[in-house]
């Protein structure tokens, strides 16, 4: 994915201002006092010129005068152009509050939209864009709408009317001076623009560039284990380096490009102002203006000189504002293939029965299950066995749709999920994860993740059914023990059975295993087993598992090859079929685990 902004189009671009326009005004008090404040802002500022010109033209009757009156006049020009100028600064603080208000308003709006948005997309999206990439546009493009906001939006009203008003009054207080004074502004305008779009572009390479540097870290960081134990800290440190280089060079490029523009304009408004002190000075020598009326022109320009400065960043703004605004709609209006169907009711479970009906699946084109069938009672176990890459964990992704099938139905209780709320299913459906994930929490806090308000003996319980109670009360802060990073601080097994707990907690009515003790000793599994079938007595219950010691129990066993059931039946059956079943039976089987599996059966 690339950060450049793909919208040209300009019906996009405009109806993107108008939606984030239209969030604007939802903060309509703030709106109007900033537009009200705007012009007073303008207007005491183009009214300091003035009062200077006038205050120098006194000035130059004090030294020629001798009365009393005109020393009044100096000193209360003097006052008016405090009062003017603590006014202009007051405005100006409270309009730019009111534009940096509306801005961080809808930044917090964004934010919390997207964040929703994330977590209902479905998982064929999140698996073909990377988190960091997520990440970067969550964050950049809110900020780059915000930004707008604060700064163009008011602003833009401001400097239209700051140099519209300012345009006119020095031309029509005299033409030729007039003309001379803002002939800086269409080449510092051209320049400020052009340098910001230069900025822009480099700006988008420079974010790539971070971006790049975002998932490097954010891959090693996450896989730090990997990456020590191949010792490749230098490979790690040559793909940081190099990235970092890159965007060291655009940063450099974007110093020059700022530096020679600031110049030029700098040079073009002092010989504009060398100009007007040249031609001003011969008028007023020939008494055609007076000094004040040429300070008047001087302070005008040094006055218009910031707001032409200033279009530059106008202009990057509204170009930021449309493209950040127009990808965060993209995702914002994106509609998941996973949501509630029109019409979908709450799933009623009365029993618990699961159905498979000739259930056919693939990611994206490929043939992942091939008319799978299958059902499951409440009460009983199916276990699911087969070679990697067979469909076993797709199938278990399909129950609490986390996809869709491509034909065929899955039902519980007669109601086909794909007609029932999400919510609603997935509180009925627990898929325990080989992968288990776990929070920057303290180990209860994880436990009781999909229900904070479980009693701390139900979190007990699940955590002794899961052959973790001893280990927990065994640490200084037991169950308040914080687990570091994604759990780095436990070991697989650990994690695995923490991840059992929760699921137990939630007490779901139909809970699937997904190789979830695959790193569980075996004596451990074989006590978390026995505990489970106590759970499982009134639950329907899936286990998906490449050791057959942890299946063997199961009221009936599938042998799964390249999305199909090949073998079907319970153990003793299977073996006696003597398939596939019996020959990875006897692959995995030591005679001693032969005695213990009766020994599990005997005491189901
Ligand atoms: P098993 O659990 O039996 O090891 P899976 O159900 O995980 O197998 O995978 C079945 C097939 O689907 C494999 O070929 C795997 O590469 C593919 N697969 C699994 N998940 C995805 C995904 N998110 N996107 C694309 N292909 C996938």
Same mark, same amino acid.
């Given at each position: 994915?690339?950060?450049?902004?793909?919208?040209?189009?300009?019906?996009?671009?405009?109806?993107?201002?108008?939606?984030?326009?239209?969030?604007?005004?939802?903060?309509?008090?703030?709106?109007?006092?900033?537009?009200?404040?705007?012009?007073?802002?303008?207007?005491?500022?183009?009214?300091?010129?003035?009062?200077?010109?006038?205050?120098?033209?006194?000035?130059?009757?004090?030294?020629?005068?001798?009365? $009393?009156?005109?020393?009044?006049?100096?000193?209360?020009?003097?006052?008016?152009?405090?009062?003017?100028?603590?006014?202009?600064?007051?405005?100006?603080?409270?309009?730019?509050?009111?534009?940096?208000?509306?801005?961080?308003?809808?930044?917090? *709006?964004?934010?919390?939209?997207?964040?929703?948005?994330?977590?209902?997309?479905?998982?064929?999206?999140?698996?073909?864009?990377?988190?960091?990439?997520?990440?970067?546009?969550?964050?950049?493009?809110?900020?780059?709408?915000?930004?707008?906001?604060?700064?163009?939006?008011?602003?833009?009203?401001?400097?239209?009317?700051?140099?519209?008003?300012?345009?006119?009054?020095?031309?029509?207080?005299?033409?030729?001076?007039?003309? %001379?004074?803002?002939?800086?502004?269409?080449?510092?305008?051209?320049? $400020?623009?052009?340098?910001?779009?230069?900025?822009?572009?480099?700006?988008?390479?420079?974010?790539?560039?971070?971006?790049?540097?975002?998932?490097?870290?954010?891959?090693?960081?996450?896989?730090?284990?990997?990456?020590?134990?191949?010792?490749?800290?230098?490979?790690?440190?040559?793909?940081?380096?190099?990235?970092?280089?890159?965007?060291?060079?655009?940063?450099?490029?974007?110093?020059?490009?700022?530096?020679?523009?600031?110049?030029?304009?700098?040079?073009?408004?002092?010989?504009?102002?060398?100009?007007?002190?040249?031609?001003?000075?011969?008028?007023?020598?020939?008494?055609?203006?007076?000094?004040?009326?040429?300070?008047?022109?001087?302070?005008?320009?040094?006055?218009?000189?910031?707001?032409?400065?200033?279009?530059?960043?106008?202009?990057?703004?509204?170009?930021?504002?449309?493209?950040?605004?127009?990808?965060?709609?993209?995702?914002?209006?994106?509609?998941?293939?996973?949501?509630?169907?029109?019409?979908?009711?709450?799933?009623? %479970?009365?029993?618990?029965?699961?159905?498979?009906?000739?259930?056919?699946?693939?990611?994206?084109?490929?043939?992942?299950?091939?008319?799978?069938?299958?059902?499951?009672?409440?009460?009983?176990?199916?276990?699911?066995?087969?070679?990697?890459?067979?469909?076993?964990?797709?199938?278990?992704?399909?129950?609490?749709?986390?996809?869709?099938?491509?034909?065929?139905?899955?039902?519980?209780?007669?109601?086909?999920?794909?007609?029932?709320?999400?919510?609603?299913?997935?509180?009925?459906?627990?898929?325990?994860?080989?992968?288990?994930?776990?929070?920057?929490?303290?180990?209860?806090?994880?436990?009781?993740?999909?229900?904070?308000?479980?009693?701390?003996?139900?979190?007990?319980?699940? $955590?002794?059914?899961?052959?973790?109670?001893?280990?927990?009360?065994?640490?200084?802060?037991?169950?308040?023990?914080? %687990?570091?990073?994604?759990?780095?601080?436990?070991?697989?097994?650990?994690?695995?059975?923490?991840?059992?707990?929760?699921?137990?907690?939630?007490?779901?009515?139909?809970?699937?295993?997904?190789?979830?003790?695959?790193?569980?000793?075996?004596?451990?599994?074989?006590?978390?087993?026995?505990?489970?079938? *106590?759970?499982?007595?009134?639950?329907?219950?899936?286990?998906?598992?490449?050791?057959?010691?942890?299946?063997?129990? $199961?009221?009936?066993?599938?042998?799964? #090859?390249?999305?199909?059931?090949? #073998?079907?039946?319970?153990?003793?059956?299977?073996?006696?079929?003597?398939?596939?079943?019996?020959?990875?039976?006897?692959?995995?089987?030591?005679?001693?685990?032969?005695?213990?599996? *009766?020994?599990?059966?005997?005491?189901?």
């Amino acid at each position: 994915m690339t950060l450049k902004p793909k919208i040209t189009n300009r019906t996009q671009i405009s109806g993107t201002y108008i939606r984030i326009i239209k969030m604007a005004l939802k903060q309509k008090l703030l709106l109007v006092f900033g537009v009200i404040t705007i012009f007073g802002a303008a207007g005491f500022q183009l009214w300091i010129p003035i009062l200077l010109g006038s205050s120098v033209d006194i000035a130059m009757d004090v030294f020629s005068a001798e009365n $009393a009156d005109v020393s009044d006049q100096l000193i209360f020009s003097g006052v008016l152009l405090l009062i003017s100028s603590i006014m202009r600064g007051i405005f100006t603080m409270a309009y730019n509050y009111s534009g940096e208000s509306i801005g961080q308003h809808i930044g917090y *709006e964004l934010r919390l939209l997207y964040y929703q948005k994330l977590q209902k997309l479905s998982f064929s999206y999140h698996s073909h864009i990377h988190t960091g990439d997520l990440i970067t546009r969550g964050i950049l493009d809110i900020e780059g709408v915000s930004m707008f906001v604060r700064t163009a939006v008011l602003r833009s009203i401001y400097l239209v009317v700051l140099i519209g008003t300012g345009t006119y009054l020095v031309l029509s207080a005299d033409l030729v001076l007039g003309i %001379i004074s803002l002939s800086f502004v269409p080449f510092a305008g051209w320049r $400020a623009t052009a340098a910001r779009l230069q900025l822009r572009s480099s700006w988008f390479a420079l974010q790539e560039k971070l971006s790049i540097l975002s998932k490097v870290m954010d891959e090693n960081l996450g896989g730090i284990r990997v990456v020590r134990s191949f010792a490749s800290k230098t490979h790690e440190m040559d793909k940081f380096d190099r990235a970092s280089e890159e965007a060291l060079t655009i940063a450099n490029n974007q110093v020059q490009i700022k530096s020679k523009n600031v110049s030029l304009i700098g040079i073009s408004f002092l010989t504009a102002m060398g100009l007007v002190l040249w031609v001003g000075g011969l008028k007023v020598i020939n008494g055609s203006i007076t000094i004040g009326e040429l300070t008047t022109f001087l302070a005008f320009m040094s006055i218009l000189q910031a707001p032409v400065r200033m279009l530059g960043m106008m202009v990057n703004a509204f170009a930021r504002g449309a493209a950040s605004g127009g990808r965060l709609f993209s995702v914002l209006d994106m509609s998941s293939d996973i949501e509630d169907s029109q019409g979908s009711t709450k799933l009623t %479970i009365t029993k618990g029965v699961l159905k498979f009906k000739e259930v056919h699946f693939g990611y994206e084109g490929e043939h992942t299950l091939n008319g799978v069938t299958f059902e499951v009672k409440p009460g009983h176990v199916v276990g699911i066995v087969g070679p990697p890459g067979s469909g076993k964990s797709t199938i278990a992704h399909l129950i609490p749709r986390f996809y869709d099938p491509s034909s065929g139905a899955i039902t519980i209780d007669g109601q086909n999920i794909k007609d029932v709320t999400l919510d609603s299913l997935r509180h009925a459906v627990s898929v325990v994860e080989q992968d288990s994930f776990m929070f920057t929490a303290s180990i209860d806090h994880n436990v009781a993740y999909g229900n904070p308000w479980a009693e701390d003996l139900d979190v007990e319980t699940a $955590a002794r059914n899961t052959q973790m109670y001893q280990y927990i009360s065994r640490l200084p802060n037991k169950f308040s023990t914080m %687990i570091g990073e994604r759990g780095v601080s436990l070991s697989g097994g650990q994690r695995q059975r923490l991840s059992i707990a929760r699921s137990i907690l939630l007490n779901p009515k139909i809970i699937i295993f997904d190789d979830s003790t695959s790193s569980v000793d075996a004596a451990t599994e074989q006590k978390i087993r026995v505990a489970l079938q *106590e759970i499982s007595r009134d639950r329907t219950s899936i286990i998906i598992s490449h050791r057959l010691s942890s299946l063997m129990h $199961a009221d009936e066993i599938l042998f799964i #090859e390249k999305g199909k059931i090949i #073998e079907r039946g319970n153990h003793n059956k299977l073996i006696n079929n003597n398939g596939k079943y019996a020959e990875l039976y006897k692959l995995q089987i030591r005679p001693d685990d032969k005695n213990k599996s *009766e020994k599990i059966k005997n005491e189901r």
